[in-house]
């Protein structure tokens, strides 16, 4: 059983910046990619970035030149390091990992942007 858990989410003032952080319970390599996900209140789940181990980093939307994605092979991890966060960035984040044709869901970190 794959397992991915978030940490870092929380409350922020427009402008500052948080850093979650994805605990994957295999060895993120044997994924084909890993990456973050956004669901704002009472929205779809959308991309927001993108690692493939095959391919270039993907960045979507607003984020672009604000988040930044990086892996840690030693300690599987995943992180979403967020700067300048503003209030449309609210909402539950989810890392996940696709392998085997399976894509596997951490349960989401509350990230919140208000002042």
């Known amino acids: 059983q794959v397992q991915l858990v978030e940490s870092g989410g929380g409350l922020v003032q427009p402008g500052g910046s948080l850093k979650l952080s994805c605990a994957v319970s295999?060895?993120?390599?044997?994924?084909?990619?890993v990456g973050w996900y956004h669901q704002a209140p009472g929205k779809q789940r959308e991309l927001v970035a993108r690692a493939p181990f095959l391919g270039s980093l993907t960045y979507v939307g607003s984020v672009k030149g604000r988040f930044t994605l990086s892996t840690d092979s030693a300690k599987n991890t995943v992180s979403l390091q967020m700067n300048n966060l503003k209030p449309e960035d609210t909402g539950v984040y989810y890392c996940?990992?696709?392998?085997?044709?399976?894509?596997?869901w951490g349960q989401g970190t509350q990230v919140t942007v208000s002042s």
């Open positions: 996940y990992g696709s392998g085997g044709g399976v894509d596997y």
């Open positions: 295999r060895n993120i390599f044997s994924f084909s990619a």
